[in-house]
């Protein structure tokens, strides 16, 4: 009551709880096509960059020309290739789960256990019993090898710990999430491990199970309703926008790299150009992955707020965060 008893203070503002909050469906149907999207994109790198030539060429000429600097940036490359293991995706999902029951918030605990097994036994048919690598370049044979488990590993436990913070962490959580993807992915390439198609793909098909389990998205994964107006809100949407500039820069060095190369004689053999391509495009892909989840996140997370005097579900005590 206010200090004349003549009604609630004005700060005494309510707060909807998720057991009572009205779940937007429309990021939920745009999370819904962005992840039916992503699912194509995968096939359409798969067939642009293995099964045609001047992709397959490409792709081979990232992977040799992986050999310049090889020695110094080994360095760098190989902690971060060890730290993936069977051990590393249980204590990844392990602690996107903890963070998401100490809040409460069971269906989110779900969620990010479906996304990582999702993601990573997704990658593992499409590699080993959907795709194929047909010879079209001659020279050694190479077995298909995307997408990539070890980018899927780091995306999907990353992707999943966005999905868990609280509201006012994801932004963070986004950009580092984005720098460790970006270090295992370019590390594959380092290490000759990999194609730049094969990271390329398998961020792609953790943005598809992301956007997935936020479209089926619960009551209880819900956040309690913010103090901005908008559902994404100013630090969200600067954070994806920075992102979203760095992966449309990068995407644009990895597409000025390709047609250098593809414009070139065989007897050339810019590989060092096609390497430089590749991880651009690596980099463009994860940038472009976290920008989306973040925004897509928050806006599937936000609860609509009944409007006071209209129909519509109680407000109640804000739970924890």
Not at 93 to 98: R, T
Not at 252 to 263: H, N
Not at 294 to 302: D, E, H, K, M, N
Not at 305 to 310: A, D, L, Q, Y
């Amino acid at each position: 009551m206010s200090a004349a008893g003549s009604g609630p203070a004005p700060s005494a503002r309510p707060v909807v709880a998720p057991s009572g909050a009205v779940v937007r469906l429309a990021p939920r149907v745009v999370a819904g096509a962005v992840g039916l999207m992503s699912l194509v994109l995968v096939w359409v790198t798969w067939r642009l960059l293995v099964d045609t030539y001047a992709g397959q060429r490409l792709d081979q000429m990232a992977f040799d020309g992986a050999t310049y600097g090889q020695g110094r940036l080994w360095s760098f490359a190989e902690p971060v290739l060890d730290v993936v293991s069977v051990t590393f995706v249980v204590a990844g999902l392990g602690a996107a789960m903890v963070v998401a029951l100490i809040r409460r918030r069971w269906g989110l605990a779900v969620q990010v256990a479906v996304l990582v097994g999702g993601a990573n036994v997704t990658t593992q048919l499409l590699k080993h019993q959907v795709f194929h690598r047909d010879n079209l370049i001659g020279g050694f044979t190479y077995e298909n090898a995307l997408p990539s488990g070890h980018t899927t590993v780091a995306a999907s436990v990353a992707v999943a710990l966005l999905i868990a913070v609280p509201r006012g962490a994801r932004p963070l959580v986004a950009l580092l999430g984005a720098a460790y993807t970006v270090a295992m992915g370019v590390s594959t390439l380092v290490a000759q491990w990999h194609r730049p198609s094969d990271a390329i793909a398998a961020a792609l098909v953790v943005l598809a199970w992301g956007c997935v389990v936020l479209a089926f998205t619960p009551r209880s994964g819900l956040d309690p309703a913010p103090e901005h107006r908008g559902v994404v809100g100013p630090a969200s949407w600067a954070t994806g926008c920075l992102l979203w500039l760095g992966a449309a820069v990068a995407g644009a060095v990895a597409w000025w790299g390709a047609e250098q190369v593809l414009v070139s004689t065989d007897a050339a053999r810019p590989t060092v150009t096609a390497y430089f391509a590749g991880a651009s495009a690596v980099v463009a892909t994860a940038l472009l992955t976290f920008g989306v989840m973040l925004v897509l996140r928050q806006a599937t997370a936000c609860p609509r707020v009944p409007v006071p005097g209209t129909v519509g579900p109680p407000s109640g005590v804000a739970p924890r965060a």
